[in-house]
Every structure is written in C-alpha cells, then in structure tokens.
C-alpha cells in the first residue's frame, strides 16, 4: 500500500531529524529458530539503554468520525490491536535473541545486542 509506505517514510525522516539517521533502522528484519525472516518493527532507534520501537499504521479517512459506522469503528479498532501486537513482537525478539545485527538508515551495520537495552519505548 503506497500511502501505508508514505506515512512510513514520513516517520522515519521525523526520526532522522529527533535522533540523527545514524541511530535510525528502518524495517530490521530478524530471523526466527525456524528459519523464518519477519520484520521486527517499522522504525528502531537503539541509543545507550533505549530502544524506540515504532510500528506505523495508515488509513485515510475520509468521514468525520460523527459520520463513523460501529463497523468503521470496530475496523480501526482492529487496526490499532494489530499494531500494539506488532510492538509486542519487538519484546519476544529482544528475549528471544533473534536479532544480531542491524543497519542504520545511513548504511552502517551495527551490533544488535538485546541486553543493552534496558527501556523499551
């Protein structure tokens, strides 16, 4: 979805500006003991015992929500449980070990080491 994409984009260059692109990672994927590869989260900002984790979502809207059905509302409910079960994904892959190394925005790898991390936001 190109406006999904967008909106993405849009978050990171808000990142890039707040934390520097040498701490931003777009869409780090990470490998499960299965052998499958999943995206851990949109945008990470690992920095000192922090990690921001983002997990964007879009949709346009074009009612007001005065005009919304239960049914739009149920949907972007949907949505939002979705998305809060994305950031959850970044915990198991923290405890889980699964992500070793990660690329900035700016190209450069840089150790990934889930024990550094003591604040998850």
Known sequence: MRNGYDVESLVEIICAKMFFSDFVVRNPT???????????????????????????KSKVERNKASEKTPIDFERITKITNNAVEQLKTIKRVLENNWLKDIETVKGYKIPFLPKNFSHII
């Open 30 to 56: 990470y490998t499960k003991n299965g052998g499958t590869e999943k995206e851990a989260a949109d945008l990470l900002v690992p920095f000192n015992n922090y990690l921001l984790a983002f997990q964007v």
